[in-house]
């Protein structure tokens, strides 16, 4: 499907209130997005029970992302490559990709909010210093309710060494309620620490974590986000359990029946009125 056609179907999903969405990336053994596949590709489940594909698209489609940056003092000697990092993501969007910049420190800071304008996001970016503790697990759970509000595809990138100070919210909570919100969420944890919470975060919304050692490692965990994000499969389906109660949770799964390709895709959803 053209790029146009994609991004006319993304919306026309935005606005069927029967239909379920879900964003699939579908990778190859060494992480390179698959193109070319077709709607009959994929198998969908929902509750274990196969669901028909109403509606399908493959393309770039609208994306809101929000790049969340942990401005700590425990960040300190990482603070600067994670900006060069986050400026490197901001130049490769596209110019109607909207961006918006958060600073993670003892409060969480909107440093520039939901904008196509990236050089003032690149600018905010520049201007960010070290300050303050982290409340990571508050900070990203309030990243995630704001982007949810956000429209077109949604994504949070959070770059933090992983480290947790005087948040109300229990990493229990914040896996619970980003699979209930249509974020896409990508962690990238920075000075060798895999916080098992990032690496749950990034599988129940159909993200993928990123683990970095040296700051050299950074740009390139960035920018491959940027790749990926470019392209992946929209897929909608009219549930067979759109009568269920409101609330209730309803379990996805995507596969392509092909053994050389990985699917991820946010693993279910809370049924709504």
Known sequence: MAIGAA?????????????????????????????????????LLEDGEPQTIATFAAGEFPLSVAVSIDRSFSMRRWLEPSKAAARAFVSALRPDDRVMVLAIGSETQTIAPFSSDHDAAAAAIDRLDTWGTTPLYDA?????????????????????????????????????????REVLVYPIAVGGARPPVLVELAAVTGARPSFVKDARELTPAFTSIARELRFQYLLGYSSSHKGSPEGEWHSIQVSVGRADVRVRARDGYVSRR
């Not at 006319?8 to 070319?36: K, N």
């Not at 309030?142 to 100070?165: C, K, Q, W």
């Open 7 to 43: 991004r006319a179907a993304a919306l026309q999903f935005a606005s069927g209130v029967d239909l379920v969405e879900v964003y699939a990336t579908v990778t190859d053994a060494r992480g390179e997005p698959i193109t070319g596949l077709t709607a009959t590709s994929f198998k």
């Open 140 to 180: 990203v759970l309030a990243a995630i309710r704001t982007v949810e509000n956000a429209t077109g595809r949604r994504a949070l990138i959070v770059a933090s060494d992983g480290v947790d100070r005087y948040s109300e919210t229990s990493p229990t909570t914040l896996v619970s309620e980003a699979r209930r």
